[in-house]
Structure formats: C-alpha cells, structure tokens
C-alpha cells in the first residue's frame, strides 16, 4: 500500500462520536414518534413499562452481544451476517445478510409513509402515507437520496451525524414539556390499559407491543455493521452500548409520560405521527408543527443511515463470496454502488406494495421487525456458542458472557413467538425469491448449490411462503 493510498484510508476511518451517532441516527427514525398511539393501542402505563423493561434489558444483552463480538472476533466485518456465517456456516449466514438487507428496506418505507402521512395534514393527497400522490413523491426522494450516498460513505456519515443532533432536539423539548403538563389524574387512569387488573391481561398487551419495541430498537448493531470504519475496533461497541442507552431512555420517556396528557382511548386514536397531537393537547396547534418538522429531519437522517448499512451488508456478503460478485462493484467514492442499487429498487418495489395496504405504516414497522429476528437470533447464538467453548476456542469470561449470550437467545426467540404466524409467513415470502441469489452464488463457483442441511431449510421456507401467499389469496393474510 502506498503512503498516499494508507494516508486516504486513514482518513476515511471514522472516530467514536461518529460511529455512535450512527447507532442513534439508526434508532431513532420514525419509531420514536408513533410511540403514544402503537403503545396506547395495546396497553396502559404498567404494561409500557413491562415491556419497556424486558425490551431494554433484551436488546441491552444483545448490545452486550455485539460489543463482545467485535473485540473477541474482530477480523469479521458487517457484524449480524458475519457472525451468522462464521456460527452456523454459509447459507444461514446468507439468509441474516439477506434478512438484515430486506428488513432495512422495508423499515426506509416505513419511514416515507410516516413522513407523506405527516405531510397530509397539509397536502390531503398525500393521505395516510399510502396514496398514490404520497408514493409518487417518496420514489422521487428515495433516488434522490441515492444518487446523494453515491458521492462517499463518509460524507454520508458525516451528514447523518449532525442529522443526529438536530433531531435529537424537538424529541427532548417534548419529553420535557409534557413532564411538567403531566396530569396525575389522566396518568393514573391509564395505569391497567383499560383491562380489569390481571397477570393474563397483562402479559398479552406486553406481547403485543414486542414488534414496535423491536421497530425503534433496530440499528443497535449500527456500529458493528461499519466495523471496518472504526478507527479503533473497541470504538464499536462502546458506541454501540453508549447509542442504546441514550435511546433507552428517551424512548420510554416518550411513550409512559404521554399517558399523563390523554386518556388511553385518545391516545390510540391520534393521527400519526402521534407525539405530535400529544403536544398539540398541551400547547396547541404550533405543536403538532413543531413536531411535523423533528420528525421530517430525524425520519430521513435515520433513512440515510439505513440505507448505507444496507449496502454495506449487501457488499460484504458479495465481497466474502457468499452473495453474486456483481454486488462487489464499488465507485470512485468506495461507494457498493451495486448494493445501493438494489437496496434503491426494492425499496421502490415495496412502496408501490403499500398502495394495496389500509394501515401502511403499521404493516411496514411489524414486517420489518419481523425480517430483522432471525439476523439477531443468529448473532446471539453464536455469541452463545463462544461463551460456551462450543466453537473449539476456550471460553472467556464464562459466567458473564455465557449469562449475557443465553440471555439474548431467549429474548429472540420470545420476539419470534410475539410476532406471531402472520409476519414470519410474509417473512418466508420475502426470504424465498431472495434464495435465488444464494444459488446464482454457489454456481459462479462451481459449487453444489445446497447441502442436505441447507437443502431442508431451503424446502421450509419455500412452504412458507407458498402458505404466506395462499393467505394472502384467500384474505386469511391482510397487509
């Protein structure tokens, strides 16, 4: 390498406040302002705060996950695919960077309905999101950002970051506004969710907030996907730690003290995004603008975010010979423009999806949640499996790591039972044309396309799917 050629590379790394702000502009998107209503519909305070603490104690065992994965395995990059490949061998590797990739894309839908949503109380053609006008519009802003993530990644992460810290800003100022309009009467009202006081009734409105949890936590494992950026490898998962604890914290804060301003029924009733009419009921109309606006600068922060760590995974799978070599092509910038392609066309393919759907943004938050489970399921197995010497290397820290790594495993597996046989059915739809890539792989190399084993998992979600779309027929299945 030459001097000029390191000197360039060395100044494409990039530091820990950085990588940290790409956890954060990761997590907090369009998640964070639908909260009031998607928590309101499901359950009450007690119930929020249920599942805020089994999701923020989950989700901190898989950050904990990731942060032992990339000091202990710091040779594999693109983090959720890498340490599903290096667990379980090739094709589940393929299926997490594959899962991981279309998850991303389908949460960047989410967050152009929410924001044609927003935009509706201002232009009525844009509706609830979905629309044709709405659609119209956000195809134009998907290759728009395109062509704008083609001039560099680090230009890219260098505009997300200061993206973060704008956002950051009306979130904060609602949190602490409607702490001090908090009504003690109206909070203390909406403590059961309406239900009489029960552990039953209970556990299934905690259940049924798992997949928005999910939602708005997605993007822990940010910095861990541009590991190869870092500047020094421990910055990954001190960022990737530091990024969710900060959004812990306001993502509880946000949900549990809008139950002190409405009533519950209110609260689900909101027009998304729904922060905005909890502040509009405390100081008027301005709010709900206020609100419009943070939500506009943070939904396409998180969007350019998203859309490059989608890329990444693409064309590091591609470069590791594990996705078709044409996703290996880059640009002048050391932008995957290949990766960003595709990334950029399937995102298109499912906005189009949505004009089909009543409640647009409510199916793309449960759908991308649901792609993302078995990405994270993989990466805490194979956590599991180092911890417990199970990969041939001596076990570190077993009582920690071990606890931490099992840990992470049974809340995955709890996440996959929340999202219930609807989502992993149009999961299995999604993953099933994705196989074609797999095997277009497998024979530029000459190689046996599927196992015995992978041969199995391949005819379980094929039938997956093909139940999935019979569903989807018949109107068993709704989007």
């Given at each position: 390498m030459t001097t000029d050629t390191a000197t360039t590379a060395a100044a494409r790394k990039l530091p820990?406040?950085?990588?940290?702000?790409?956890?954060?502009?990761?997590?907090?998107?369009?998640?964070?302002?639908?909260?009031?209503?998607?928590?309101?519909?499901?359950?009450?305070?007690?119930?929020?705060?249920?599942?805020?603490?089994?999701?923020?104690?989950?989700?901190?065992?898989?950050?904990?996950?990731?942060?032992?994965?990339?000091?202990?395995?710091?040779?594999?990059?693109?983090?959720?695919?890498?340490?599903?490949?290096?667990?379980?061998?090739?094709?589940?590797?393929?299926?997490?960077?594959?899962?991981y990739w279309a998850s991303a894309c389908v949460g960047n839908v989410s967050y152009w309905v929410l924001i044609k949503s927003t935009l509706g109380t201002v232009v009525p053609g844009f509706g609830e999101g979905n629309t044709l006008l709405a659609v119209a519009a956000s195809v134009v802003g998907v290759w728009a950002f395109h062509f704008m993530i083609m001039r560099g990644v680090k230009e890219a992460a260098a505009i997300n970051r200061i993206v973060t810290v704008a956002k950051l800003v009306p979130i904060l100022l609602f949190v602490v506004i409607i702490a001090v309009a908090l009504r003690g009467g109206v909070f203390s009202a909406n403590l059961w969710g309406g239900d009489a006081p029960s552990a039953g009734a209970l556990f299934?409105?905690?259940?049924?907030?798992?997949?928005?949890?999910?939602?708005?936590?997605?993007g822990v494992e940010g910095a861990s996907v541009y590991s190869r950026y870092a500047r020094r490898r421990e910055d990954v998962g001190r960022a990737t730690v530091l990024g969710f604890l900060s959004v812990l914290a306001l993502f509880a804060s946000v949900s549990v003290l809008s139950y002190g301003v409405l009533p519950k029924a209110e609260?689900?009733?909101?027009?998304?995004?729904?922060?905005?009419?909890?502040?509009?009921?405390?100081?008027?109309?301005?709010?709900?603008?206020?609100?419009?606006?943070g939500l506009i600068v943070s939904v396409l922060g998180a969007y350019l975010a998203w859309t490059l760590m989608a890329a990444e995974v693409l064309f590091v799978a591609a470069r590791d010979d594990d996705m078709p070599a044409f996703l290996k092509r880059e640009n002048r910038e050391g932008v995957p423009v290949a990766a960003l392609v595709m990334t950029s066309v399937l995102i298109t393919a499912v906005l189009a999806v949505t004009l089909f759907s009543d409640d647009a943004f409510a199916f793309t938050l449960k759908l991308c949640s649901s792609l993302s489970l078995v990405p994270y399921l993989l990466a805490a197995g194979y956590a599991l499996r180092l911890a417990g010497g199970w990969e041939g290397e001596a076990s570190r820290g077993p009582g920690k790591d071990l606890l931490v790594a099992a840990l992470a495993?049974?809340?995955?597996?709890?996440l996959i039972f929340a999202a219930g046989l609807t989502f992993l059915l149009l999961s299995c739809i999604i993953y099933a044309p994705g196989m074609i890539l797999f095997v277009i792989t497998r024979r530029e190399h000459g190689r046996r396309v599927f196992s015995p084993a992978e041969l199995v998992l391949f005819v379980v979600v094929l039938v997956g799917a093909v139940v999935g779309v019979a569903g989807l027929a018949s109107g068993l299945i709704t989007i």
């Open positions: 820990l406040p950085t990588l940290t702000a790409m956890v954060v502009g990761s997590m907090v998107g369009a998640g964070v302002f639908s909260l009031p209503r998607n928590f309101a519909q499901a359950t009450g305070v007690w119930g929020a705060v249920i599942a805020w603490t089994i999701a923020g104690v989950g989700m901190l065992m898989l950050a904990f996950v990731f942060q032992t994965l990339a000091i202990r395995k710091p040779d594999l990059n693109a983090g959720v695919y890498a340490y599903a490949k290096a667990g379980f061998g090739e094709f589940p590797g393929f299926f997490s960077a594959f899962g299934g409105q905690v259940k049924a907030t798992m997949l928005v949890t999910v939602f708005v936590f997605l609260l689900a009733e909101l027009r998304q995004p729904s922060m905005a009419g909890v502040l509009e009921a405390v100081v008027g109309p301005w709010g709900s603008v206020f609100i419009g606006v495993v049974v809340y995955t597996a709890f």
